[in-house]
């Protein structure tokens, strides 16, 4: 099954139009070559209030089985993606956001200053990603297998976890 994803860039440069967004595109490309289907795109300045508005009518509205947030993660005071997640989500889904620390320290040991954030809402899993493409794309890579299947047991589409 294609399960619909939305991308949301968060950065205050972007929003002005004041910086390319490299990493919300790459999310796209990714998404769409493990196929999934990207109904929903947007750049916002990183504001929380704005993010979780965004993110609540997105799972309320049933418009995306996945959201993928990009930026916001780091401790600039600006970046506020895991607080929004936190003020959207029903239910915490700790495990995606340690497991991408975990695999980011084998490229940096900046990984580990990570705040990024994941959970659900309704039928919809939110995931943080963080900022730079390169670390989009190694986080990518790594969680978007094991995401496939928490999706189909989050939306019906599986029954079981057992092996």
Known sequence: MGYR???IT????GAKGERKDESG???QKMVTAAGYEVVGYRILSDDREALTKELVEICDARKADLILTTGGTGFSARDMAPEATMDA???NVP???EAMRMHGLQYTNRSMLSRAASGIRKETLIVNLPGSPRAVKENLEYI???LKHGLEILTGNASECAR
């Open 5 to 7: 994803v939305s991308v």
């Open 10 to 13: 968060l950065s205050d440069k």
């Open 25 to 27: 595109p790459l999310i």
């Open 89 to 91: 989500i029903e239910r």
């Open 95 to 97: 495990g995606i956001a």
């Open 144 to 146: 978007l297998p094991v």
